[in-house]
């Protein structure tokens, strides 16, 4: 597992995370301070652990996304990011997850 943190001074405003998955590699995490949210760091985060999946020799990424989660589903299609399947209770809580898509690089 990979860990990108987005630094702010001696605060860690965000992160996201890089791992493996089935098909290949897949952001696993991603979270930023609420109070920093909407200045692109999240962006920053997802385009530095695509450079990384590109750097080992992926040529996509995939993730997992809440099928409720409208701002992530969003946020993730400004990446042109695609839905390919449900993945039906994949969360602990049991809601379904959005299986998602991108060729590298990124396009944003
Ligand atoms: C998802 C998350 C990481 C985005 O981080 P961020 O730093 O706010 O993202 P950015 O500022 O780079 O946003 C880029 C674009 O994504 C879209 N977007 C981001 N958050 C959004 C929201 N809450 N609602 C709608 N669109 C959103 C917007 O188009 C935004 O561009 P804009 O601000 O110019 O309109 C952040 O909201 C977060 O930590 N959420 C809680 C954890 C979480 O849900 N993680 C994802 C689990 S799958």
């Not at 999240?42 to 750097?55: D, K, M, P, R, Y």
């Not at 399947?85 to 590298?104: C, I, N, T």
Request: proline residues 5%; aromatic residues 12%; charged residues 20%.
């Amino acid at each position: 597992m990979l860990y990108l943190g987005a630094w702010g001074k001696d605060i860690l405003l965000g992160f996201a995370a890089l791992g493996p998955c089935e098909k290949g590699t897949e952001l696993t995490n991603i979270a930023v301070l609420p109070e920093y949210r909407r200045k692109g760091i999240g962006s920053q985060l997802v385009l530095g652990v695509s450079e990384v999946a590109l750097s080992l020799g992926y040529s996509r990424i995939y993730l997992h996304v809440r099928v409720s989660h409208e701002e992530s589903r969003t946020f993730y299609g400004g990446f042109d990011f695609s839905p390919l399947y449900v993945v039906p209770g994949y969360y602990l809580d049991g809601e379904d997850a959005l299986f998602m898509e991108a060729l590298l690089p990124l396009s944003v």
